[in-house]
Every structure is written in C-alpha cells, then in structure tokens.
C-alpha cells in the first residue's frame, strides 16, 4: 500500500511503500545563515517527517546531499555528523549543483529510510 504525507503544493513530504519511506527535497527555512546552519535546520525537520512517516534518523537507508559550493562540505558534514550516531550512517553522496532556486540555498536534502 502506498501512503501519502504532508502534502504540498508540488509533491508529498514523504510517500511510504513496502516499508520504505521516501522524503521529497528539504532546505532550511531561514536560508540567511550558513551552511553549518542549514544542516542543522535541515535536521531538525528531517526527524519531524521522519517521525511523520513512522520511523527515526537511526533507519535511514540513503542520503543525498545537494550543495552549491563544494568548498563548504567540510562544514557541511560537521553539522550532518553532529546529528547523526555514528553507528547509524546511511548510504549518502554528495553532488555539487549550480543553484537550487535563490543564491541563498546552500543545500537541499534527499533520503530514504525504513519504516
């Protein structure tokens, strides 16, 4: 069965299927801080559909990472390990886009996770 959250005006926020939850794109909502800043935004709303959905940051299958400037990865892994356990790592790449809709989006956020 395939269930439907959240939705919005051009996706769903999350669609489950088969015990697997699939996250739409999400960026930080105040987009006027830094990288290190937007990842942890990015986080905090990561385990609110997660949480949506059924399920924790500790089942997460795959991630990818959309940035915008390459040269801000370090910073931007500190703030991705600072809210993960170590032992819990997803699957993750990270790709280096042109922009992501306004010059202020550093980066947008895709993951898959088990229910």
């Known amino acids: 069965m395939i269930k439907r959250i959240e939705k919005t005006k ?27 800043g937007q990842v942890t935004q990015i986080c905090a709303k990561l385990d609110q559909v997660l949480a949506l959905a059924g399920t924790d940051k500790t089942k997460l299958l ?38 992501l809709g306004a010059p202020e989006i550093k980066i947008e956020v895709v993951v898959t996770a088990a229910v």
């Open 10 to 36: 051009i996706m769903h926020r999350v669609v489950t299927h088969n015990g697997i939850a699939f996250l739409g794109g999400i960026i930080a909502d105040d987009v006027t801080v830094g990288m290190g």
């Open 62 to 99: 795959s991630a990818q990472l959309f940035i915008t400037d390459m040269s801000l990865k370090n910073e931007m892994n500190e703030s991705w390990l600072a809210w993960l356990n170590g032992d819990d790592l997803p699957a993750r790449a990270t790709i280096g886009v042109a922009d």
